[in-house]
T-cell receptor, first 117, second 110 residues
Framework: DTAVSQTPKYLVTQMGNDKSIKCEQNLGHDTMYWYKQDSKKFLKIMFSYNNKELIINETVPNRFSPKSPDKAHLNLHINSLELGDSAVYFC????????????????FGEGSWLTVV | KQEVTQIPAALSVPEGENLVLNCSFTDSAIYNLQWFRQDPGKGLTSLLLIQSSQREQTSGRLNASLDKSSGRSTLYIAASQPGDSATYLCAVRNDYKLSFGAGTTVTVRA
C-alpha cells in the first residue's frame, strides 16, 4: 500500500485553466504538507496543515488554495494557471512536532509533474 | 529563517570510493534532520533520520552525523556503487516546516 499517494502524476494544461492535485495518506498522520520543486530542483514548502487547520502559508499566491476535508487528505487547487507554475508538486505527511518526543520521519508522495503551456 | 546549505553541489567518484556529503543549517533549534535520495524524475526516498538529541544514525553503508550546536551534518556512504548515483538532499525540521538544501548530485563511475 502506498503511504502518501498523489493524483494525477502528470498534468499538462493551458495557461488560465484551473486544476487540482489530490493527496491522500494512510499513515494516520495529523500533519500534511505541500512542497514545490522548481526547475532548479530546489524544494520549498508551500503549505502545512495540522488536524485540517492551516499552520504555514509560505507566501504562496492566492491562486493556490489548499483544502483539507479530513486529516487524511490535503488537496491543492490552482486557479488561473501561469507558465511559472510549471513544477513538480510533492505532498507529504508526518506526525506533528513535539519537543517532548523523538523526531518523526516526513513521508513524501511520488510527486505531480505539472506543465503549463 | 532557516537556511540549509549543501556542499559540494556535485560530486563524481570512481566505484568503491567513500562519499562524504556535507550539510549546514543556520538555526540550531531543530527537531530532527533527514537525508533523502532523489533519482531523476522520481520522488524522495528517506534514507536516515537523526533526532535532535542524537549524534549519528547508521543504516547499512550509510552513516549520518549531526552536530546541532555547530549546525552541521555529514552523510557518509561507504564503498560507493554506480547505483548510488542520485541527488542527495538534506532537510531540517523546525516546527511544522522542513527546510531543504539544494542537494548534492552524486555520480559514481563504474
Amino acid at each position: 500500500d502506498t503511504a502518501v499517494s498523489q493524483t494525477p502524476k502528470y498534468l499538462v494544461t493551458q495557461m488560465g485553466n484551473d486544476k487540482s492535485i489530490k493527496c491522500e495518506q494512510n499513515l494516520g498522520h495529523d500533519t500534511m504538507y505541500w512542497y514545490k520543486q522548481d526547475s532548479k530542483k530546489f524544494l520549498k514548502i508551500m503549505f502545512s496543515y495540522n488536524n485540517k487547520e492551516l499552520i504555514i502559508n509560505e507566501t504562496v499566491p492566492n491562486r493556490f488554495s489548499p483544502k483539507s476535508p479530513d486529516k487524511a487528505h490535503l488537496n491543492l487547487h490552482i486557479n488561473s494557471l501561469e507558465l511559472g507554475d510549471s513544477a513538480v508538486y510533492f505532498c507529504a505527511s508526518s506526525h506533528p512536532p513535539d519537543r517532548g518526543s523523538s523526531g518523526n520521519t516526513i513521508y513524501f508522495g511520488e510527486g505531480s509533474w505539472l506543465t503549463v503551456v | 529563517k532557516q537556511e540549509v546549505t549543501q556542499i559540494p553541489a556535485a560530486l563524481s567518484v570512481p566505484e568503491g570510493e567513500n562519499l562524504v556529503l556535507n550539510c549546514s543549517f543556520t538555526d540550531s533549534a531543530i527537531y530532527n534532520l533527514q537525508w533523502f535520495r532523489q533519482d531523476p524524475g522520481k520522488g524522495l526516498t528517506s534514507l536516515l533520520l537523526i533526532q535532535s538529541s542524537q549524534r549519528e544514525q547508521t543504516s547499512g553503508r550509510l552513516n549520518a552525523s549531526l552536530d546541532k550546536s555547530s549546525g552541521r551534518s555529514t552523510l557518509y556512504i561507504a564503498a560507493s556503487q554506480p547505483g548510488d548515483s542520485a541527488t542527495y538532499l538534506c532537510a531540517v525540521r523546525n516546527d511544522y516546516k522542513l527546510s531543504f538544501g539544494a542537494g548534492t548530485t552524486v555520480t559514481v563511475r563504474a
